[in-house]
């Protein structure tokens, strides 16, 4: 790459100083010539200006292989590019490492993902804690993520308040970055993640986990407690089936649980699309619990579907 950027700024040497200043102008990131001085030293200028270009166009390279570069400016870029390339000179074992201090989940290299992979993501999070507060709010935005204040944030003073806010922006979009990289391990828990938002998926992935771990005891409660008729021989798996599958449906808008409702054949699609806005919502979980159990009952001699 290094011989076209020598033969641009051959040329840029060359051109007129009020077409140089042109380029500048069409090729330059807002603010990247503010602080060109206008002096009469036209060859001071000169170099001011290639100097702007020369550092547009390594902007521009970074910004090709997912660096963001101009939205973090020259210094920030360089240090993420220098960071990215110390990564891929670590071992495996230091790279795990790296990738766990980054907040990034441990089962990523249990799934055959290539070290390029780990990379990339690295990357990510790496140019997201470089980037300036507004920056940080456009790629939040650009997710869908909100960028409100959880809560009235701790501090002295608008430094203090810019930091802390930066750190859970920068929190949300490791966030969805983590639900991300895991969406077969959370298709496999059954969460339609289309409908929902990456901490909904990431609160709901922690509720079954809860879930499987309750006791045989603890679950029969629950289970009294939905008004469906007791029953002998329930066993812990089922009830945990069951379990997760009415926390999926509580965690569901209400467009979620009407497509639920599609894929158990409850209705048709045309009639979802009329239901979508108005159906009642705990009628449909009612529903929805009763053909869960279904199959369960006529495998136990109960023609429950027919009755």
Not at 75 to 81: K, N
């Amino acid at each position: 790459d290094i011989v076209p950027l020598l033969k641009s700024v051959t040329i840029w040497h060359a051109l007129p100083i009020s077409e140089l200043l042109e380029e500048c102008t069409r090729q330059c990131v807002a603010g990247q010539l503010a602080d060109v001085e206008p002096s009469g030293d036209e060859e001071e200028q000169r170099n001011q200006l290639v100097d702007r270009l020369l550092v547009n166009e390594w902007l521009s390279a970074w910004d090709v292989k997912g660096f963001k570069a101009k939205r973090l400016g020259i210094d920030a870029a360089i240090s993420a590019v220098a960071q990215l390339d110390a990564f891929r000179s670590l071992s495996d074992v230091e790279l795990r490492s790296t990738w766990a201090k980054a907040g990034l989940p441990e089962n990523f290299f249990d799934e055959d993902h290539s070290r390029e992979e780990a990379f990339e993501a690295l990357k990510t999070v790496l140019v997201w804690e470089m980037m300036p507060l507004a920056e940080l709010e456009k790629d939040c935005m650009e997710r869908g993520l909100p960028t409100t204040k959880s809560e009235e944030s701790p501090g002295d003073g608008a430094e203090s308040a810019d930091d802390t806010r930066h750190a859970e922006l920068l929190q949300r979009l490791k966030l969805d970055l983590v639900v991300s990289i895991n969406r077969g391990k959370y298709a496999q828990r059954g969460i339609p993640m289309e409908h929902l938002s990456s901490w909904e998926v990431a609160s709901l992935s922690h509720m079954i986990d809860q879930i499987e771990e309750m006791s045989l005891p603890s679950l029969k409660e629950w289970y009294r407690g939905t008004g469906l008729p007791d029953e002998k021989g329930l066993e812990k798996e089922e009830l945990a089936h069951l379990l997760r599958r009415v926390t999926v449906w509580h965690a569901l808008p209400l467009k979620g649980l009407v497509d639920e409702c599609v894929k158990t054949g409850m209705f048709s699609v045309e009639e979802a699309s009329a239901r979508a806005n108005d159906a009642d919502r705990s009628k449909l979980m009612n529903q929805l619990l009763l053909r869960e159990r279904f199959p369960y009952w006529e495998a136990r001699g109960f023609p429950a579907a027919r009755l």
